[in-house]
């Protein structure tokens, strides 16, 4: 969901996974497909067929869930396997988009844009 701008806001990401563990598509653009496939060293059709399914909604390809529903991107040390390149959708939240009640799982939400 996009955000009207009278809810721009402050925040700090407290690197904790909360968000890459939400119920829900990681939409991919063709843009994240090249670079993702490329930093993990991967032609694109290997990419897509190890770590692709389609959307939820059927429009396009969304990264798999990893056991237990967490982004299959999501290390241990809740770190991103692909940072430099994570999609876009990643990129964009929360300020250009989120989901219905992520302030309440986000722990920078909760302290109002302070560090964590």
């Known amino acids: 969901m996009s955000l009207p701008a009278s809810r721009i806001f402050e925040h700090h990401c407290c690197l904790c996974g909360a968000c890459c563990r939400w119920e829900g598509d990681v939409c991919l653009t063709d843009a994240d497909v090249s670079a993702i496939s490329s930093y993990l060293h991967m032609d694109e059709a290997q990419f897509i067929n190890t770590y692709c399914r389609l959307q939820r909604n059927r429009q396009g390809l969304s990264l798999v869930d990893a056991d237990g529903g967490a982004c299959c991107m999501l290390q241990a040390d809740n770190t991103c396997s692909i940072q430099p390149v ?24 909760r302290k109002g844009g302070q560090t964590c």
Do not use: I
């Open 86 to 109: 994570k999609p876009q959708q990643c990129r964009d939240f929360p300020k250009q988009w989120n989901f219905l009640g992520w302030e309440e799982r986000c722990p920078a939400a």
